[in-house]
């Protein structure tokens, strides 16, 4: 019945300060909607994000800036990711650390966007065989 995921709201306290961090931080690209909703492109998945003071309806019924725990996928080794959050001083709030993905095991750091969402950076570990 279901393919996939087309988009999912983050809610933010600040609009611009949450596009620069996902922009300059994690190199995600910018589509502005309107004043008050952001797209932010991963793939063909867009992390929309709203305002908290919107007016847009329908919504969640508790839209909570900081609630969100995400995990995403990197194209980069986590040395390389880690390497770049410590020049842009990012603290690095755990990791790398092995973990359970969704297809299986992966190497993951931990981090928080300016509302205090917890961020999962992700890379599949390697197995004996490969």
């Not at 994690?26 to 492109?41: F, Q, T």
């Not at 969100?68 to 990791?95: I, Y």
Request: proline share 6%; glycine share 6%; aromatic share 4%.
């Amino acid at each position: 019945m279901l393919s996939g995921l087309d988009h999912l709201v983050i809610t933010v306290t600040d609009i611009s300060r949450a596009v620069d961090f996902y922009s300059r931080v994690l190199g995600l690209e910018v589509r502005y909607r309107d004043r008050e909703r952001v797209d932010l492109m991963l793939g063909d998945v867009a992390l929309r994000l709203h305002w908290t003071a919107t007016d847009i309806e329908p919504r969640a019924a508790t839209p909570t800036p900081g609630s969100l725990d995400l995990c995403l996928r990197s194209l980069l080794p986590l040395d390389e990711v880690q390497r770049h959050l410590e020049a842009l001083d990012v603290e690095v709030e755990l990791g790398p650390v092995d973990r359970q993905g969704a297809t299986g095991p992966i190497e993951s750091l931990y981090l928080r966007d300016p509302d205090g969402n917890l961020l999962e950076i992700s890379r599949p570990l390697k197995t004996a065989s490969e």
